[in-house]
């Protein structure tokens, strides 16, 4: 394997990280991977990484998008764990608002109603490795809907960084942190020097921080949307973040409280 990256694009995240170390606090780095519907060389790209580095990564499955190939490709693929991503992956935003599956406007028996159905489907297809995990396109559902994922059997909930449940409660919550993609800017990997310059905000916003949840961290992918950037960058993270003593590379599993034994 290669030496980890020390140009100075990457220095920062070095000095963070070893902040850290001084601090004797410890980052627990773990990896969400959404959007997956069917098996590719993107895949297989992305169980190789969490291989590789060896991080067990959350694979958010579209249930209603899902190819029955995908289950068997698994299965090959230890390091993927697969949950639930929505139902369709469709938009019901109101116009002007931002995307959403399970916005306010809907009820919640028609949300009950979907997200059942959409879960039965990838038990029928998973199985046991399914995990109780509900993970919203886009990062977003209204949390009156969230409080309603206990009852359909989920015990955890993964959106991005500031999102909350509401005074009704809900699934543990396992945000990610960190998005990889400019979705924005056309779909493309964000650069190095970016996201360097933001984990390194993020990490020192919270250092001082000794609250419980303060000492994960997650990584937010799209492996069906990476561009060369994308990989390179990941492939750079990793290897640096893996081999500090700060960062403890970590079964998504562990974030939601669910048994992490084969």
């Known amino acids: 394997m290669s030496p980890a990256p020390r140009d100075a694009v990457w220095q920062p995240l070095h000095a963070e990280l070893d902040r850290w170390s001084e601090a004797g606090r410890t980052i627990k780095l773990w990896l969400r991977d ?7 060389p ?57 995307k959403s599956e399970f916005g306010p ?35 977003r559902i209204d949390p009156g809907h969230a409080a309603l994922l206990l009852e359909l ?13 509401g005074p009704a409660g809900g699934p543990r ?28 905000r993020l990490l020192a916003a919270r250092r001082t921080d000794a609250s419980p949840d303060n000492d994960a961290f997650g990584v937010l992918l799209h492996h069906r949307d990476h561009d060369a950037t994308a990989w390179d960058f990941l492939d750079a993270f990793l290897l640096l973040a893996t081999r500090h003593a700060a960062v403890i590379p970590t079964d998504p599993r562990w974030q939601f409280q669910l048994p992490t034994a084969p």
């Not at 959404?34 to 590719?40: E, K, Q, R, V």
């Not at 249930?63 to 029955?68: H, I, K, S, T």
């Not at 390091?79 to 931002?98: D, F, I, M, T, V």
């Not at 059997?153 to 449940?165: A, E, K, N, P, W």
């Open 34 to 40: 959404d959007d997956a519907i069917a098996p590719d």
């Open 153 to 165: 059997g989920f015990s955890g909930l993964s959106c991005f960084r500031g999102y909350t449940l």
């Open 42 to 98: 993107a895949l297989d790209r992305l169980a190789g990484l969490g291989e590789r580095f060896g991080l067990p990564i959350l694979l958010a499955v579209i249930p209603m998008l899902a190819e029955p190939a995908l289950p068997a490709a698994l299965r090959d693929r230890p390091s993927l764990l697969p949950c639930q991503h929505g139902c369709w992956h469709r938009n019901h935003a109101l116009e002007g608002a931002k």
């Open 105 to 139: 406007q809907r009820s919640a028996a028609e949300i009950t109603a979907e997200i059942g159905e959409a879960h039965r489907r990838l038990d029928n297809l998973f199985g046991p490795a399914l995990l109780p995990i509900f993970v919203p396109p886009w990062n």
């Open 173 to 200: 919550l396992g945000n990610t942190h960190l998005d990889i993609m400019d979705w924005g800017g056309g779909r493309i990997g964000r650069s190095s020097q970016d996201l360097v310059a933001e984990t390194c």
